[in-house]
């Protein structure tokens, strides 16, 4: 792989944002993911290489990592903070079309829930994986659930719910998502969530993390 997207790769991974970030402390004065990923474009690289071959990978090793406990919360955010500094130079060229994302995805914490720490982390993983993200955010109804697919029909749609009280308001909203969207695909997260409840409810799929929700939208677009 090129050398700069290597590099970048390793900055998201690491959490590097940019060459005044003092984290992580060996990478103290280093270019950062924002420096390398302006550079990499100034020096023609297409942006959907970098997000294919370097943000891509350095997010789902983060996933992986994640899953198996090997990092924790903050180290996660960083990263994601890190590929978000990346993402600024890649906007423009997914706004104007010229670069294309692998799909869309709504998502939101259900109606009732104001937690949004963990809703935001499977946003950025889904956003690092190479989708659009519509981020509806906390305390979502059915109604603004429906509006989002109305707007974005081919969108796969995900719920999170933190409280056992919201997981009835999550039931309430797949039901409504599938008795006008029937084809929309609905993805269910949250601490107190199952696999028995995300079948139970009539949602097609549940995942404990973030990375399981990044490999499920891989599963459906591959
Ligand atoms: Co609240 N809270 N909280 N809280 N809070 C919990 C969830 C609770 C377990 C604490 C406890 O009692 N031990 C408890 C729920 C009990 C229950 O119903 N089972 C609780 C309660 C009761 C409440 C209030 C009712 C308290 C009160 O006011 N009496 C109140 C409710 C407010 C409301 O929502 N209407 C409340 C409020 C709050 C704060 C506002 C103070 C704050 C939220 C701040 C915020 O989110 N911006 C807060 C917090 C921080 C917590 C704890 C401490 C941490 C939650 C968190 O962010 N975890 C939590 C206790 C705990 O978990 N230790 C607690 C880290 C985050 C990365 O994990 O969100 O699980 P999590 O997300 C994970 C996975 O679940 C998954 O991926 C993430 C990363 O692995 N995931 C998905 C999440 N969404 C997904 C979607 C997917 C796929 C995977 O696909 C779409």
Redesign the pocket.
């Known amino acids: 792989m090129n050398n700069i997207l290597n590099n970048i790769a390793l900055c998201v991974e690491s959490g590097k944002i940019n060459r005044t970030s003092p984290y992580p402390p060996n990478m103290k004065d280093q270019d950062g993911a924002d420096e390398l990923t302006k550079r990499a474009i100034g020096e023609g690289i297409k942006p959907d290489e970098i997000l294919e071959y370097a943000l891509i990978p350095a997010m789902a090793n983060v996933g992986n990592k ?1 899953s198996r406990k090997e990092i924790y ?1 903050p180290q996660m955010l960083m990263s994601a903070k890190a590929m978000n500094s990346a993402m600024v130079h890649l906007k423009p060229f997914f706004l104007s079309g010229e670069t294309k994302r692998k799909g869309k995805f709504i ?1 939101g914490t259900v109606s ?8 935001n ?2 946003a950025m993983m889904i956003e690092g994986g190479g989708w659009e993200v519509i981020d509806l955010g906390v305390d979502v109804g059915s109604e603004k659930f429906l509006k989002a697919i109305d707007e974005h029909p081919d969108a796969v749609v ?3 719910a ?4 919201t997981m009835e308001n999550m039931k309430k909203i797949v039901i409504s998502i599938k008795e006008k969207h029937s084809g929309s695909k609905i ?6 969530v199952t696999m028995e409840y995300c079948k139970k409810i009539g949602a097609d799929f549940y ?4 990375q ?2 990044v490999n499920y939208l891989k599963q459906l677009v591959s």
């Open positions: 994640f919360v998502i009732g829930d104001l937690h949004d720490i963990g809703k982390l499977v995900g719920l999170s933190l409280l056992t009280t993805l269910v997260g949250g601490a107190p995942s404990p993390d973030p399981g929700a």
